[in-house]
């Protein structure tokens, strides 16, 4: 008997299923609200350089001091990093003359002034981290998205070996603990190593939570429980808008999103252990007991299996093989398939989060960028559920990346004066982003072997991350040309969007069992429409 035939004894998909997917829905919505907390935690508001005080300025009003101590950009605004080295009080006269001479201006020397019109406190406004420093205050999110890389290495392998549960335990313990430390920091280097620790630990959160809901659902379900579930990522992006309105110093802020993991280690106390892991394990006396709870939960009384019978339950493999990443480019179509769905992968990523990242790039207020952004991203899902048993997989994950990085191409081209427009266009990248990231994971895990779909997701999870590290330190090249960021997402967005039309078609195909089915892929049968035994539709990398 395999587990599925269990599973569907005891119910297949009832109460039990349900109240485990709410439960472990609580940490999934907590999710986003760090990895796109740096939108808000690292806002950098308009600033000047600090004007010292001198007796000949005390009858000037505030504008005639900054007229006669700060440079102006050609659009009339002060420039954020450059001042007079000497008051230029000529320009009293006449405000429209320019100075002939740029040696009389210098970088700022005695600090910077903030508008704390919008934020009382960020990081950028704590330790000035603006203008030379402003890598540094992009860099926060990539010392983050390495942790969520590390963290995915050392979760996937400890989930493994300890157990779904304790682990996700031991990932909301974390990220409590590092996240009130980020909060408490004093100065940079603090907030740094505790954002990346706090990145690990999420990563926990985000690789765990789904396969642990999955394990206890059955196939017919699983597909659209992982649209369902994968919806709380969108509500999450919602809550930290909402968040972020009301809480605009960053050390409380810290602390608003990092609060609900308590309520999460709370809940987690209803959640079972999966019962494929401990069946796997050798654990047949708690799987047993999980089981017999699902069914009477279930209204599956009659309900009746044996430990021994569980003892029986292995997982076939073949003898004497062992596959590890290397086994992905060994053979021409499997390296050909890793090599075109990592460029998917990180181009996906890549272009998500350098949208999510801009929020203040589209016309619109940042908070309702991000809460519009969170609201997009429902429909979209919902619509790919249905387009890519329509169209089929390669040209829905295409086109949906192609699209994205045309509506970042075409505000580059919008005047910022028609707002209404650019608003429009990037919503709709906004959405057709999450509709590329929804199809990659089902898609990617499709093309792989089953002896190789786990080392093959991965891989491209790592990749994924990687574009998740890489994306926003992008924002810099504004230095070297204002549009080069929104020019490189978009180029990328459509060059791996392009990479997609060389992947094999996985619609209505069996799905290959090992490497010969793959390098064979025209003696491949009818499938089944839902996702792949034991994987998630949502993917882990975010």
């Known amino acids: 008997m395999k587990f599925e035939d269990l599973l569907l004894e005891t119910g297949g998909f009832g109460r039990f299923q349900i109240l485990i997917l709410f439960l472990l829905c609580l940490p999934r919505i907590n999710v986003p609200m760090h990895f796109l907390l740096h939108n808000f935690l690292a806002a950098t508001p308009s600033h000047h350089c600090t004007i010292p005080r001198h007796e000949a300025f005390e009858n000037l009003t505030t504008e005639e001091l900054l007229l006669i101590s700060i440079p102006r ?182 602390v608003a999103v990092t609060g609900p993991c308590l309520l999460s280690i709370i809940c987690l106390w209803w959640v079972p252990e999966s019962a494929r892991w401990l069946i796997a394990n050798g654990k047949v006396k708690q799987a047993h007991r999980h089981l017999l709870r699902c069914a009477r939960m279930n209204g599956r009384k009659d309900f009746t299996v044996s430990p021994e019978a569980l003892r029986r339950m292995t997982t076939e493999k073949k003898s004497g093989e062992s596959y590890s990443y290397i086994s992905l480019f060994r053979t021409p179509v499997l390296r050909k398939i890793s090599l075109c769905s990592g460029a998917v992968w990180f181009g996906v990523a890549f272009s998500y989060y350098g949208m999510s990242m801009n929020l203040t790039g589209f016309g619109l207020n940042m908070y309702l960028s991000q809460f519009v952004f969170g609201i997009i991203e429902i429909p979209a899902k919902l619509i790919m559920y249905v387009l890519v048993n329509r169209v089929g997989r390669r040209q829905s994950q295409a086109w949906t990346l192609i699209l994205t990085g045309l509506c970042i191409g075409a505000n580059i081209i919008i005047p910022k004066s028609f707002t209404p427009m650019r608003s429009v266009v990037a919503i709709m990248g906004k959405g057709f982003s999450e509709s590329a990231f929804t199809t990659v994971f089902l898609y990617t895990s499709e093309l792989y072997p089953t002896i190789l779909r786990q080392n093959g997701m991965g891989y491209t999870s790592f990749v994924a991350r990687l574009g998740g590290a890489l994306a926003p330190l992008v924002f810099l090249l504004d230095s070297v040309w204002r549009s080069l960021p929104e020019v490189t997402y978009c180029g990328v967005a459509v060059c791996c969007g392009s990479v997609a039309f060389l992947l094999p078609e996985t619609l209505n195909v069996h799905l290959p069992e090992g490497i010969e089915d793959v390098e064979k892929t025209q003696v491949r049968g009818p499938l089944r429409i839902s996702a792949p035994e034991g994987m998630p539709l949502q993917p882990h990398p975010r």
């Not at 950009?73 to 429209?96: A, I, K, V």
């Not at 939570?209 to 509500?235: N, Y």
Request: proline fraction near 2%; charged fraction near 15%; aromatic fraction near 12%.
């Open 73 to 254: 950009e050609p659009d009339g605004t002060f420039r954020s990093c450059e001042m007079f080295s000497q008051p230029q009080f000529y320009l009293l006269l006449n405000s429209s003359l320019q100075p002939e001479n740029d040696s009389i201006i210098e970088d700022c020397r005695h600090g910077w002034v903030y508008d704390h019109s919008q934020f009382t406190s960020t990081i950028a406004t704590q330790w000035d981290l603006v203008c030379e420093q402003r890598g540094l205050n992009q860099a926060t999110a990539t010392f983050f998205f390495i942790g969520v890389t590390v963290g995915a290495v050392i979760f996937g392998y400890l989930s493994d070996r300890y157990g779904r549960k304790a682990m996700l335990l031991v990932s909301l313990v974390c990220s409590v603990i590092f996240g009130m430390l980020s909060a408490a920091s004093t100065s940079y280097s603090m907030l740094a190593i505790t954002r990346t620790l706090t990145g690990v630990a999420l990563s926990g959160i985000s690789f765990i939570v789904l396969p642990l809901a999955m394990e206890w659902v059955d196939v017919q379900h699983r597909t659209i429980s992982g649209i369902l579930t994968s919806i709380f990522w969108s509500i999450g992006n919602m809550l930290l808008a909402m968040i972020a309105y009301l809480v605009r110093d960053w050390h409380w802020l810290l």
